[in-house]
């Protein structure tokens, strides 16, 4: 069985920022692609920001130039460092990844960090 597990959501002020962590553990053979998505309350889960094993990166066009997203393979973990925070961004962000499982490549979620920005 694998889990995801993020840290690291809380309350900022606008302008300030937060890193997301997620760690995924259990019997993994490797993780291929690494994301980052993001609900807020009456919307539709969005994609913030993706990453290869090999590092290529993606993100929404609203988050461009102020989150980056990075890995390290070794430990199985994904991050988001988010700066200039804006309320716009206040919702629950969910660590998403696909992970060769034997000889399976499944889809995982975590549970969920919330991240609020508000003054």
């Known amino acids: 069985q694998v889990q995801l597990v993020e840290s690291g959501g809380g309350l900022v002020q606008p302008g300030g920022s937060l890193k997301l962590s997620c760690v995924a553990t259990?019997?993994?053979?490797?993780?291929?692609?690494m994301n980052w998505y993001r609900q807020a309350p009456g919307m539709q889960r969005e994609l913030v920001a993706s990453i290869t094993r090999g590092g290529t990166t993606n993100y929404a066009d609203s988050v461009k130039g102020r989150f980056t997203i990075s890995r390290d393979n070794a430990k199985n973990s994904v991050y988001l460092q988010m700066n200039s925070l804006k309320p716009e961004d206040t919702a629950v962000y969910y660590c998403?990844?696909?992970?060769?499982?034997?000889?399976?490549?499944?889809?995982?979620w975590g549970q969920g960090t919330q991240v609020t920005v508000s003054s």
């Open positions: 998403n990844a696909d992970v060769w499982v034997l000889a399976t490549l499944r889809n995982y």
């Open positions: 259990g019997t993994i053979f490797s993780i291929q692609a």
